[in-house]
């Protein structure tokens, strides 16, 4: 087992350590639920000094930044937990590897400067296949997804209604190989304009027609690559 610890002195008030890490490949189905057991069971085996909860049931304190929807891969997803004692982030990185899966993996452990609220936005990459998708379909499924208002139907706390998500896209690049179409986008990931992507991927369905055939066939996909902060510099 790696030795993660640097100093076996108890530090005077617990201190954030972040991980970034990436969830791919099969384990874009697990639950966000399952994920954090998985972490929690990961830290726990890879001997990090946690912090616990008070109380009846102490669990170790794990905060996740904008927890990706079951379906959705992504190489830049954020853990913050608590620890106790200083601990050497390469080690950490090495020890928490090799509890998990290979379609889980810990890329970047560092001591942050700043908090998940300065995460403004996140870039994707989707991919379409639709048999719907022919000649003609990239302009008009740019003339659709950068008309305002652009409406969809959601669920929100006021109930089921029409709410315009055209203010969360910050930037919108699409390209299509025969029927394959491609969506470069960067969306607002902070809690008061947040954009699922799975969002723009229903719009196109509801008034285009894709993916309406064999789904063994046509299929899509979504890959988160990076977050940004208001100023659009890379968020750590």
Not at 5 to 14: S, W, Y
Request: include cysteine; aromatic fraction near 8%; glycine fraction near 4%.
């Amino acid at each position: 087992m790696v030795q993660v610890i640097t100093d076996d002195a108890l530090l005077e008030r617990p201190r954030t350590l972040r991980l970034r890490f990436s969830k791919v490949g099969s384990l874009q189905y697990i639950s966000h639920l399952d994920l954090m057991r998985t972490m929690t069971r990961a830290l726990i085996r890879a001997r990090l000094p946690l912090w616990y909860t008070q109380g009846y049931n102490p669990i170790p304190h794990l905060v996740f930044a904008t927890p990706l929807s079951v379906g959705t891969e992504s190489r830049c997803e954020f853990l913050d937990v608590r620890i106790v004692k200083n601990v050497d982030s390469d080690a950490v990185l090495a020890a928490v590897n090799a509890t998990l899966p290979q379609e889980l993996r810990i890329l970047e452990v560092y001591y942050p400067e700043t908090k998940f609220n300065a995460l403004v936005y996140s870039e994707y990459e989707i991919k379409i296949v639709s048999d719907a998708i022919a000649d003609g379909y990239l302009s008009q499924a740019s003339e659709l997804l950068w008309k305002k208002p652009l409406t969809v139907t959601k669920k929100t706390k006021a109930g089921i209604r029409d709410v315009d998500v055209s203010g969360g896209i910050r930037k919108l690049e699409l390209n299509q190989e025969g029927n394959l179409l491609q969506i470069h986008a960067v969306l607002a990931a902070n809690s008061a304009e947040f954009l699922n992507p799975e969002l723009l991927i229903r719009i196109l369905k509801e008034k285009t027609g894709i993916l309406s055939g064999d789904p063994m066939q046509e299929y899509y996909s979504i890959l988160r690559i990076a977050d940004y902060t208001e100023d659009m510099a890379r968020f750590r």
